[in-house]
């Protein structure tokens, strides 16, 4: 029963609550990649050669957040513990709480990512994410490492601010992070499964829209997890996913061909 006896340790400690997202974020990825075999979105992706960069700009942003371990989350407990905060201040329910987390936490997201396109020095950055020709789960882990330093900051301050659930706000985080890679994977739900789903949440054929080489396609689904706020700030677009199938993907050929480049991309948003 030592086992048994080290299980109830571990559990107590935290390690087991630490490592079931992480197992959870890895089947996920074993499931997508399979799906993306077997049912894919784009049938003509085959250019394999991206992927490696890919990683290795999300292998240096591990590095990054390790070095700076700023995190809406950490903040959110700061501020619980300090009494700090909006909710804190007047003394919110629990419920109230939740709630109001996860709808601050969904349309900052969707603000940050739109004033990216918007703003041309965070479009600098943001550029390397859709500067990629093509589009699959790997697509969901290239973010330039001063996007996801400014983006953390931000986020951290308005968690502090508004006084925002930590609990509440890690699941977030680990769902918006599931659904980034979901949502980026070159696969699809069947087309009434996936009209269906849109109503609410993000899908695959929705976000691809938001990869399209046309800039109009592209200013449209800033969502990272609900439809909600593109609904109703007017940037949802929901065309069939016959044609979405045929979009070009990226930013056009000067982009696209230097997009495996990682060093080029890390230099970008220092350039015009």
């Given at each position: 029963m030592d086992w048994l006896e080290s299980l109830g340790e571990a559990a107590s400690g935290g390690t087991i609550l630490l490592w079931l997202p992480i197992l959870a974020l890895a089947a996920l990825v074993v499931i997508l990649l399979l799906a993306e075999l077997m049912w894919p979105l784009h049938r003509d992706q085959r250019d394999a050669s991206r992927i490696p960069g890919n990683f290795g700009i999300f292998l240096l942003n591990l590095g990054v957040t390790a070095l700076l371990p700023l995190t809406a989350v950490a903040a959110a407990e700061w501020a619980r513990g300090a009494?700090?905060?909006?909710?804190?201040?007047?003394?919110?329910p629990a419920l109230?709480?939740?709630?109001?987390?996860?709808?601050?936490?969904?349309?900052l997201g969707y603000w940050l990512h739109r004033l990216a396109h918007r703003v041309p020095l965070l479009w600098r950055m943001h550029r390397v994410h859709h500067c990629d020709p093509e589009v699959d789960l790997s697509t969901g882990l290239r973010h330039h490492p001063l996007e996801v330093v400014y983006l953390a900051t931000l986020a951290a301050a308005a968690a502090a601010l508004t006084g925002l659930s930590p609990v509440v706000l890690a699941v977030y985080e680990v769902v918006a992070f599931g659904f980034s890679l979901w949502t980026h994977a070159n696969t699809s739900l069947p087309e009434p499964a996936d009209r269906g789903t849109a109503l609410l949440l993000v899908t695959p054929t929705v976000h691809h829209v938001h990869h399209s080489a046309r800039q109009e396609q592209t200013d449209s689904n800033y969502g990272d997890v609900?439809?909600?706020?593109?609904?109703?700030?007017g940037t949802f677009q929901a065309p069939p996913r016959d044609t979405v199938r045929g979009l070009r993907l990226g930013l056009g050929d000067e982009h696209d061909a230097r997009a495996k480049n990682?060093?080029?991309?890390?230099?970008?948003p220092f350039r015009r």
């Open positions: 009494g700090f905060g909006l909710l804190h201040w007047l003394a919110a109230l709480v939740a709630v109001t987390t996860v709808i601050v936490r969904s349309l609900f439809t909600l706020w593109d609904r109703l700030f990682i060093l080029f991309q890390l230099a970008a």
